[in-house]
């Protein structure tokens, strides 16, 4: 894979912010601009980030698939994100995955049909105070009931037709 101009000039930007010798500190916003860009990293695209930060392909995949915020293959337009740590269980996180599975017909990992929804199960997103809880995209959704998912449901639906 090559990149572009304008995600190489992005990524020797943020180069610029580290020690010359320290390349693998830019990692994660180097994947965060590259992921931006592209949707998702596939294998192809971690290997161009290590062979630019002149990294071991090995400690790029390490980090790729450790943090769940970065993407290896395509997702939804709209991704929930539902905590599934301990206070958004004991709040009832199992009862509003089980919703949106049953809503979307989709398993947590899956992508509807029409590439509109993507449902993720993560751990603590450091919101514990109002579980259960899900991140939208940089959004947080809060103390969550099925009106709450029905009506977000219909937002995006509503977002993506216009």
């Not at 392909?57 to 915020?69: G, H, N, P, R």
């Not at 449902?119 to 947080?140: D, F, I, R, S």
Request: aromatic content about 10%; glycine content about 4%.
């Amino acid at each position: 894979m090559v990149f572009d101009q304008e995600i190489l000039e992005q990524i020797n930007e943020i180069t610029t912010h580290y020690p010359a010798e320290h390349k693998k500190a830019a990692l994660l916003p180097v994947l965060h601009a590259v992921q931006d860009r592209y949707t998702y990293l596939s294998v192809a695209v971690l290997d161009a980030v290590a062979d630019l930060l002149q990294l071991k392909k090995i400690e790029v995949y390490e980090v790729a698939t450790f943090y769940s915020m970065y993407w290896l293959e395509p997702h939804g337009k709209y991704v929930f994100e539902v905590c599934q740590t301990g206070p958004c269980m004991l709040k009832g996180c199992d009862h509003i995955i089980s919703y949106i599975s049953k809503t979307l017909n989709i398993k947590p990992g899956e992508t509807t049909a029409d590439g509109l929804f993507t449902l993720k199960t993560v751990e603590c997103l450091g919101a514990c105070g109002y579980a259960p809880m899900m991140q939208l995209g940089k959004n947080y959704c809060e103390h969550l009931t099925t009106d709450k998912i029905d009506k977000i449901i219909a937002d995006c639906k509503k977002n993506a037709q216009s």
